[in-house]
């Protein structure tokens, strides 16, 4: 190239450049509250919050509760896309407060391992509180581990109504928008995970694990949110791998693998009063196994609140060996602390129970024990062909107060 021809090139790069250099970079559009898309602060963009470079010490000895708050505080307080490092490492902390809203989008990589202290003294409410943040991302192959072995015997909720609650591991209170994939949740001292007041949430490729006895495990209860997605997910818990509480709309299952456990449960319902209504609710393409329930509706015979439960969907659901694969218990009354008059307040209606397959661990493949005062509506069965294979016994189907229709079901199954 001609000198003169190279000095025009250096010139014009040099003007392009200055161009871009002095143009700001264009905002990227605010997320709808209801999207489940992950947000523009995903993992490897951003400024980035080390918790290691602020003191924590991934020792599993050292509390690093400080370093942790001091990042959410440094991530959240910052415009643009954010990131809040825990790198690979055993690192104990006390609560954790994530409190909003930020001025730009979070993302939470988890590569290390968090260690819930046992030392209930420290705890007020919870482990890992996330409070009115929108945009959030947790993802990473790091674990949450709420260390609940040591302290599960503090558990007395099976001898009182009115018990303590022990901690739940992560709490997500009035998030919008937001992303939990791919980390796991082991031994949460309570719930594994909590998702309340919140709008938009996926979750998905998480596991979480607990032993089959372990008390009040669940592995992830929603009350009061919408637009929530579940997916590609692996839970074994001491109770209900997911539960779905009162004010629940628009809630997609997907994919699920649950067991041990309780089984996918919609409630229980009824409990407290001035409780919401539960709609649309889908579980579909999940499998089951040994659990103590499969997909379950449950609500409190005496319940303090008057609220309907609709729209309830089941499809393709595989069972192996559970002892209650399909069930409505509109009678429902953990520890026998209930008054059982009958006068039920829930209304369960438009229930599609589609291709449940597979085995059960008891002859009552079926137990649909709806109220006599409000009986169930609108109930349909469509090609449920789950068999006990036990001895000495044939499969059943046990039916109350329940109304609709069944078709291609195994002839001991059809209700209808």
């Known amino acids: 190239m001609a000198l003169n021809n190279l000095r025009v090139f250096f010139f014009l790069a040099m003007v392009v450049c200055a161009a871009h250099a002095g143009k700001p970079a264009p905002k990227g559009k605010e997320e709808k509250a209801d999207s489940a898309a992950a947000p523009s602060g995903a993992a490897g963009g951003g400024d980035s919050s080390d918790i290691s470079k602020l003191g924590a010490k991934g020792d599993g000895k050292t509390d690093s509760s400080k370093a942790l708050n001091d990042a ?38 988890l590569d290390g391992n968090l260690l819930g202290t046992t030392d209930l003294g420290q705890y007020k409410r919870n482990w890992i509180e996330i409070n009115h943040v929108d945009n959030l991302v947790i993802t990473g192959k790091g674990t949450l581990d709420g260390q609940g072995k040591q302290v599960w015997d503090s558990n007395k909720c099976a001898q009182k109504y009115d018990c303590k609650i022990l901690p739940n591991s992560l709490v997500l209170d009035y998030v919008n928008n937001g992303t939990v994939s791919g980390i796991t949740l082991l031994n949460a001292k309570f719930f594994h995970m909590n998702v309340f007041q919140c709008k938009g949430m996926m979750i998905k490729d998480v596991t979480i694990t607990a032993p089959g006895d372990s008390p009040n495990t669940d592995g992830i209860h929603i009350g009061d949110s ?38 996918i449960s919609v409630g229980s319902l009824g409990r407290y009063k001035d409780e919401k209504d539960v709609t649309d609710i889908n579980v579909k393409d999940c499998t089951l196994k040994k659990t103590s329930n499969g997909v379950r509706i449950k609500s409190y015979e005496d319940a303090a609140s008057k609220l309907t439960a609709s729209k309830l969907h089941y499809e393709n659901i595989a069972m192996e060996d559970v002892q209650n694969p399909v069930i409505i218990d509109m009678k429902y009354c953990p520890n026998k602390i209930c008054t059982k008059n009958g006068a039920s307040k829930v209304t369960i209606k438009d229930v599609t129970f589609k291709n449940i397959t597979g085995t059960s661990a008891t002859p009552e493949a079926v137990s649909l024990l709806c109220s006599d005062k409000l009986p169930c509506t609108g109930v349909t069965m469509d090609n449920i062909k789950v068999e006990y294979k036990g001895t000495n016994n044939k499969t059943m189907a046990v039916c109350q107060n329940a109304k609709g229709s069944a078709t291609g079901c195994l002839k001991e199954l059809a209700c209808f």
Do not use: R
Not at 88 to 107: E, R
Not at 235 to 263: L, R
């Open 226 to 263: 919408s637009k929530v997605t579940i997916t590609g997910t692996t839970i074994g818990t001491g109770d209900d791998c997911i539960s779905i509480g009162p004010g629940s709309t628009e809630i997609n299952i997907t994919g699920v693998t649950c067991g041990p456990g309780h089984g």
């Open 72 to 109: 959410w505080a440094t991530a959240c307080g910052k415009e643009g896309p954010q990131t809040l490092m825990i790198p690979k490492g055993d690192y104990l902390t006390g609560p954790l407060n994530f409190t909003g809203p930020c001025k730009g989008s979070v993302t939470i990589q």
